[in-house]
């Protein structure tokens, strides 16, 4: 009886890791809203003012504006897979799956998320840190230099764009462990973490 409570208590533990994980995914989903206008803003400049600037004659754009462009869909992209895993949008081969009970479901995506996808991320954080550090500037001798720019005139840093490699994994390791935790309360009988994942994969991504 002990053990059961005990564990019981560790259970509820790491469901409130899990929201407060699904919490600051959520955020990141709200701040990328404005990042999409951003994009979009710096697109319809960069188009306009090509044109425009042909007309007229005169330079109205630059390489860094074109690269911010770009920098900005780079960072949607890298910050999205979290959002995304959070609300079950990723592309499924699902004609068996959607027919499933909650718990089958849940074991599967417990043992591919523990297995695969968790294991994937910290690869990825594994292989990346070292072309990072070396954009930001690490000599071989373990001392510093300048980072890295673009090669183009007027160009942008490329490390602090690279860094949100980084970032991106660490995040969607953050919203794999979340999921793995959700996934493992269903197993153990937890239907309301049932109903409550079922509505969250069901609303609409507010980005698309």
């Known amino acids: 009886m002990y053990r059961a409570q005990t564990g019981d208590l560790v ?7 899990s929201n407060l994980i699904d919490s ?3 955020k990141i989903g709200g701040i990328l809203n404005w990042l999409v206008i951003a994009t979009i803003a710096v697109g319809f400049y960069n188009v306009i003012a090509r044109y425009i600037g042909r007309f007229i004659g005169m330079k109205l754009s630059s390489n860094g504006l074109i690269e911010l462009q770009w920098y900005l869909f780079s960072i949607l992209f890298c910050l999205g897979f979290a959002y995304i895993l959070k609300h079950g949008a990723n592309v499924r081969v699902d004609f068996l ?4 009970n909650e718990k089958r479901k849940a074991l599967v995506d ?3 998320t523990v297995t695969l996808l968790i294991p994937f991320c910290l690869i990825g954080i594994w292989v990346t840190i070292n072309p990072v550090l070396l954009s930001w500037g690490l000599l071989p001798d373990g001392t510093w230099g300048t980072w890295e720019v673009s090669s183009d005139a007027d160009g942008l ?6 860094t949100m490699v980084i970032v991106a994994f660490v995040l969607l390791l953050l919203q794999s462990i979340s999921q793995a935790i959700k996934y493992f309360a269903i197993l153990m009988g937890y239907s309301q973490v049932a109903r409550a994942l079922k509505a969250e994969t069901e609303e609409n991504i507010p980005f698309e």
């Not at 259970?11 to 890791?17: F, G, V």
């Not at 799956?97 to 499933?100: K, M, T």
């Not at 840093?157 to 690279?162: D, G, L, T």
């Open 110 to 112: 417990f043992i591919g």
């Open 97 to 100: 799956y959607a027919n499933w």
């Open 157 to 162: 840093p490329r490390a602090p764009i690279k």
């Open 11 to 17: 259970l509820q533990a790491l469901l409130k890791l």
């Open 24 to 26: 600051i995914i959520e």
